[in-house]
């Protein structure tokens, strides 16, 4: 099984149309991934104090992203949760402490375990460089399709990292 099918569900797919307002965000976020049984409760709360402690907004060549996380602990199944931001969120910009982004994608990652993690950040981190597929990504207003465009992404290159 390819890592990305591991992590990337249908389900977790997201057109969020609330105003920039990160507490909210996150409530939603927390919520959600109760309900399908991603999380524990305790994750709202870590979740907050994660990214005041350790913001992870990204700016990109073409469209700024987030990438909120927490502890292991407080995640019960591995996930990316994808979601598109309407109207652009405020985050701390990653390795600042008084810098912000309008961040217009998050992709809110549940690890549980480290075995993954590597290859699924690099994988991430090649994509979001990658200003055409960002570009094609944010045009994107379907759900279905947001997701098929990242797994087919992620597939592809898992593939080339094989060869």
Known sequence: ?????????????????????????FSYLSARLTELGYVEN???????????????????????????????????????????????????????DNQFISAKYAFCLGFNKGEDQLVLLQNLMAMFMDQAFMEQLETETQEEKIFDLVINYFNKEEECQRI
Do not use: C, W
């Not at 099984?1 to 965000?25: H, T, W």
């Open 42 to 96: 305790s994750y709202l709360e870590a979740i907050l104090e994660r990214e005041a402690a350790y913001p992870t907004g990204l700016k990109t060549p073409s469209i700024n992203v987030a990438i909120p996380h927490t502890d292991p602990q407080h995640i019960l199944q591995p996930f990316i949760y994808i979601v598109k931001l309407v109207s652009p969120v405020t985050f701390g910009e990653m390795g600042t």
């Open 1 to 25: 099984m390819l890592v990305a099918d591991k992590f990337l569900k249908k389900e977790l797919v997201a057109i969020y149309e609330q105003e920039d307002d990160q507490a909210v965000f």
